[in-house]
């Protein structure tokens, strides 16, 4: 990567992702082909999306935790789960060839839209929570495997754990979001781990990422989350099937 324009534009990609990501989920589907794009290897652009993703949960958490929004010690149970699943997930992904990591991306991309499509309609109200006994112990079960695939690619994995942490915790949207931000900073450290053991990232263009990952991240955190829902939703919808025909026809 030699062109002097790709630094501001990771700067402008990375605070769309921190956004996105921080709001609802699914911004390393715009992250991810942009580096590819750019010309990192496909396994090296996973890598190297680590390190914004680190930042921008860490900035999230910040965020939310300034406003009085904490689920803590649960979501710390869930988080160390979906640590030791991360590793898992990592290691697969290191060795991945880059067709095949390609064509799996597109496969995640087309699967996340019909999520964000059909999914029920998430309500903010607040909820009589389920965080203990056999609810705590379903949660930890399911986020181990959840690590694993945050730890393999992570892209589109926010809504699924929105959707579970509503429908099954019964939590709010606000608190299922600073529930997601501290796990995924959690276990995101064991997968960056992984990657940079193996040489797997390329720490400039990942922290030059990063700077517009913990911006986006840090804004969304302290607005309200149902502001540009529709609008987000619309964006992610149009930007993942083209991406998704991209890298399925024209890797």
């Given amino acids: 990567m030699e062109e002097w324009y790709y630094y501001p534009l990771l700067v402008l990609v990375g605070f769309a992702v921190g956004f996105i990501n921080t709001i609802a ?6 992250a991810l082909p942009f580096l590819i794009f750019i010309g990192l290897p496909s396994n ?7 390190v914004a993703i680190v930042v921008q949960t860490a900035m999230a958490t910040a965020g939310f935790k300034s406003k009085g929004v904490s689920t803590f010690p649960f979501n710390i149970y869930l988080g160390i789960s979906a640590f030791l699943g991360s590793i898992i997930g990592a290691y697969i992904a290191v060795d991945i060839t880059g067709d095949l990591f390609n064509r799996i991306l597109a496969i995640v991309m087309i699967a996340v839209v019909f999520i964000i499509i059909f999914s029920p309609k998430m309500s903010v109200l607040y909820l009589e929570e389920r965080l203990t006994g056999k609810y705590l ?3 930890v079960i399911v986020f181990f495997f959840f690590g694993i695939y945050g730890g393999f690619i992570n892209a589109g994995l926010g809504f699924l754990m929105m959707l579970f942490l509503h429908y099954v915790n019964r939590m709010s949207l606000v608190r299922s979001n600073a529930t997601k931000v501290v796990v995924v900073f959690i276990y995101m450290l064991s997968a ?3 990657f940079a053991l193996n040489d797997k990232v390329n720490w400039r263009i990942g922290l030059i990422l990063a700077i517009g ?3 986006g991240a840090w804004l969304a955190s302290r ?4 502001k540009g829902d529709g609008f987000i939703k619309i964006f992610l919808v149009v930007m993942v099937v083209i991406m998704a025909i991209k890298l399925w026809f024209f890797n």
């Fill in 44 to 50: 090296i652009a996973n890598g190297t999306n680590r």
């Fill in 25 to 30: 989920g699914g911004g390393s589907l715009l």
């Fill in 137 to 139: 112990w379903l949660g």
């Fill in 223 to 226: 607005v309200s989350v149902k």
């Fill in 192 to 194: 960056l781990a992984v």
């Fill in 213 to 215: 990952n913990g911006s």
